[in-house]
């Protein structure tokens, strides 16, 4: 059981289990339910900063070109396979193939 | 982060500022020279305070002399150099006086030196047109 | 609900609508197997400037030993104080008692209350 | 009927509010230097801050937060920490400039050197504050501003020829002194976009509780007060060209500045340009001072409100004692006013983009904005100028110093 700064976190690198760089973590998905909040699932890689900035309207025309090439692509980590025994340097418990995008 | 970069930019600016060249300067002198005509016109049509215009007089002085002195240090051909400093001299000198006049409210002498004074400033034209280079 | 987008860094008032600083920063505890949960939310001086650099934390600290109310570590407000969340963060606590007003009451009775006409805290009561 | 009274107040302060040092000293040195030739940066910066000026009151109308909030609430704080850097240095410079500028105002008006009137100058615009509403502050110190309008008079009564005028608004490449005409076009765009006046702005539609109602009557303040404003400028441009152009003078200092409208006004020329620099300067101190403190109070969550008593927003208070003590040290130490404004002119053009980029980004925001989101209008125009002036700034502030 450890106590983290959820702030710090913000923008560290995240890689899979066979070490392969998967993106940053950008969003916190949580749940609040009778006054605890619990974290649902973590949102990792460039796209994420762009839907947490909303500036998808300035972005759009860009982000549909780029699409193509995945250049910016973000996944929604569900919390039981994200691995932050070392807040320094959170780890996926999956491999990077097996991840979900988000939206 | 990256904007660290982005912001040292703008440090640079705060190192001295560069060296004018001679025909800047010698324009400074020219406009120096005619921020006194126009103060010391100014007074005598009761236009301007004393103690403002005799401030703006020694201003000029003291300006006139620090280019006098870094034209000296730097002479540059196809100028008299030895005709410019003297001029530069004398209207420093007569700079002093105008804003002895003023304080002592002597109208009709400063018109004198205003004449004098305009006589110079054509000179230092006269030899700055020749040093730079025809438009 | 997402967490960095509408909770961190948003404003905080407190029963009384009275502004108590910002959420500077969030605790998480993480268990072996349990789902993690944000257990408080943090306010304060080092935690803020952890987020620019460590060394600006360090310098933080050691600014508010020297002057100010003398409170180095930050403050921490359980999550299940949390009353709603938009457009500000409401909590159901006294902004006063939670030690967040502490650099406003003390900069206010030791240098603003000196100035004349500064007006005085109890003013306020 | 209070919105027409607001409607008219609010476009009588941003035209007294709209001059200070620095459009002042950088439109007299460019019709000195230049004529009429820079006319366009003054057009194109007054355009620019139109949209800016509606952007920052339609934000605080729709979103209830200024821009200093949205911009930590939505960026984060690191990136805002960056951006409060940036801004508050610059700010700070463009303040002593101020300062410098009621000072000098006395000095040409009494004979007394500004370097002696640095404390009571920044003690009397501290009592202002410490003493003063916002409402009183905004209102009253740019209702005092609008004799900068004599501005105008001088420069109509100096006969302009009008054709070349209008020519001038047209952007042209000078032939020589690239560097000099580039330095000055930065400086003028960096006058007239002035970010401290949005802040400034955005605060104000707080203080005065705007709603989504108030947008239509932002458009006309921020429209109307804006472009008599632009108008100001053009006229010190105008009167120093026909002033000080034919007689060769190149206005460095502000004792020449101040010969600019006794061609056209005689004493009086003399006497309305010094109150009209000591109440701009005034409205602009005050302004900046107070923009400071909204930025550390906004961005940390301290309580703020200029109409609040002193020590129930401590902090607030404290930022803006402590900023306008510190900013009268360079003064008393003789540093020249008019220098520091040229510096802090092309700085604050050098460093838009720090601050309009993120503010561009949240006028596109939904969540903040809602349907009254910026068109590709306002977006545009604004995205352009501030690429012109970073491009501008970047390319003639290092060739000034380093020698064109």
Redesign the interface.
Known sequence: MIEINAELLLGRKVCDVNGEKVGRIEEFVVETSDNACLVDAYLVGASAVIDRLSAWSLVRPIQKVLRGRSVISSYRVPWEEMDLSDPEHPKLKVQRSELRHAN | MRLKGFLAGPLLFLIACKQPTTAEKLDSVRSWLETAGMAADAWMHHTTPDRYTRQTLELSQKTLAQLAADLRKSPTPGIDTALLDTVLTRSGARLTEMARLVQTRNSPGLRGQLDSLRAEEAIIRRLADAAAPPE | ?????DV?????TDREK?????V?????????RS?????HI?IGGS??W???HPALARLSVRLARIWGPRRTEPITIP????ES?G?DIRLDVKARDTGALD???W??RH???R?P?????E??E | MKKILQLTLGIVTSVGGFLEIGSVATAAQAGALFGYKLLWAILLGTICLIFLVEMSGRLAAVSKHTIVEATRERFGFPFFSAVMLGMVLVAFLVLVAELGGIGLSLQILTGLGFRWWAVPVSLAVWLLMWKGTFSLIENGASLLGLVTVSFVVAAVKMHPEWGSVAHGLIPTVPGDQKAKYGFVAVSILGASISPYLMYFYSSGAIEDKWDTSYIPMNRIIAGFGMTFGGFLSMAVLIAAALAFQPRGISVEKFEQAALLMTPALTHWGFYLFALAMLFACLGAALEISLSIAYFFAQGLGWSWSEDLTPSRDSRFSFVYTAIILVAAVPLILGVDPMKVTMLSMALTAATLPLAIVPFLILMNDPSYLGGHRNGWISNSVVAIVILISFVLAVISIPLQIIGG
């Open positions: 609900m997402k967490l960095v987008r961190l860094d948003k404003k905080l009275c502004e108590m600083g910002r500077d920063g969030l605790l998480m505890r993480v268990g072996e789902q993690p949960r944000i257990t943090v935690t803020l952890m987020r620019v999550w299940s104080r949390v969340v457009k650099w406003e009451l900069i206010a240098v603003i209350e100035i006409g500064g007006g005085s805290e003013e306020e």
